[in-house]
């Protein structure tokens, strides 16, 4: 009996032990209220303040500004914002230069698509910000894994271009009058991707950092999204990818003309190919296939032009010649005041390439409509 009173007694007592150990976090109840100091300085940072209290500032010892994370990062590794509502015109840098050299930097970007694509007072701002370097032989002008600084034309002379490849480095390129090189690490921010050297003396044209991106790139994002939109409601164009789109919008070179103008003439070479942005255009062509009398028995006087169609924003024309690399077999004029995006051969056979089965389709119409204005005929016949 005494036995199985001491279990009972010893099953009833046996949790007291154990107390403690339930009990135990009491002492680290005031740990949650630690974050507390933290609250507070989030609160006086973001000014709910209570009336009365004073609100720290940056002099004050105890003051916490929010936690750094730059700490340890490459600073060319995040890109700056590029403000599109910036004044491209603002904090204007200009580097003086002698007629001679202006008139050298003018022909060393004649051909750079990105200076083409700029009017003619952003591409002022960034000719008056260029400078002269010159690179004499052997000098690595930029270095695989430097930051980007400056932007380079070639006036004269020769580089070799260095990537790495499978561990190696290895030559891929040679620069010459008129290329550029060094704005992929300016525009997304990234370390040099390759090592540039001049093989002989050689003259630059250097643009810095800032004013390229400022001026060059503002100018170049803002036509895009002007075109963008525009593009996009062609027909004609929507078998190309958006980034063929955007592309095209590079390209792109925008020219007024006044009503009356002629913007191609029949018989001309092909030089480029034309949208509509805005306004209406006629298109015309010589009726040789009426024979032509002059008013004194003489010699047939010049063939009359027959109205053929007429287009407006978002039509385009100029292609036919482009295609089949013959005169054009039309004379194009401004009907109204109107402005056209051009684009020229280059970038027409480079960019439109998946849109050539559609515009040699209609070639077809428009030989069905000479024929129903004048019989039986070619385009061919227009260009003889």
């Given at each position: ?26 002492p ?42 730059a ?18 015109s ?84 040679t ?18 991707a ?5 093989t ?45 789109r ?13 009503a ?43 063939a ?67 024929t ?8 061919d016949?227009?260009?003889?």
């Amino acid at each position: 009996m005494l036995k199985c009173f001491s279990r009972c007694m010893a099953n009833e007592t046996a949790p007291e032990p154990e107390a403690p150990e339930l009990e135990a976090p009491e002492p680290e109840a005031p740990e949650p209220e630690a974050p507390k100091p933290v609250a507070k300085k989030n609160v006086v940072l973001s000014l709910e303040v209570e009336e009365g209290q004073r609100v720290p500032d940056s002099d004050d010892p105890d003051f916490q500004g929010p936690p750094s994370f730059a700490k340890g990062r490459r600073a060319s590794v995040s890109a700056e914002p590029l403000n599109m509502e910036d004044d491209i015109s603002n904090d204007r840098v200009i580097h003086p230069k002698s007629d001679e050299q202006r008139k050298r930097l003018q022909g060393a970007v004649m051909d750079i698509l990105m200076f083409r694509s700029l009017d003619q007072e952003t591409r002022e701002y960034v000719l008056d910000a260029m400078f002269e370097k010159p690179a004499p032989k052997d000098e690595k002008v930029i270095e695989l894994g430097d930051d980007g600084d400056f932007f380079y034309v070639v006036d004269s002379g020769k580089l070799d271009c260095y990537v790495k490849i499978s561990g190696e480095e290895k030559m891929v390129k040679t620069y010459s009058n008129g290329e550029s090189f060094g704005e992929l690490a300016l525009m997304y921010n990234t370390p040099r991707a390759a090592t540039i050297i001049a093989t002989e003396d050689s003259v630059l044209w250097a643009l810095d950092r800032q004013t390229f991106r400022h001026l060059v790139l503002f100018k170049t994002m803002k036509k895009r999204n002007m075109y963008e939109e525009f593009l996009n409601a062609i027909p004609l164009l929507q078998s190309l990818e958006s980034y063929e789109r955007m592309n095209l919008a590079d390209a792109l070179q925008s020219k007024s003309y006044n009503a009356g103008d002629v913007i191609i003439t029949q018989g001309d070479d092909a030089d480029a190919f034309y949208i509509i942005e805005k306004g209406k255009v006629v298109v015309k062509v010589k009726d040789t296939f009426t024979p032509q009398q002059s008013e004194e028995g003489g010699e047939p006087g010049e063939a009359a032009e027959v109205v053929v169609n007429e287009l407006e924003r978002g039509n385009y024309f100029g292609e036919l010649a482009l295609l089949d690399n013959k005169p054009r077999a039309a004379t194009v004029y401004a009907e109204t005041d109107c402005t056209c995006a051009l684009l020229d051969v280059k970038a027409f056979e480079r960019l439109l390439g998946p849109c050539v089965d559609i515009l040699k389709r209609n070639a077809d119409v428009y030989e069905q409509q000479l024929t129903a204005l004048f019989g039986k005929c070619s385009l061919d016949d227009l260009r003889r």
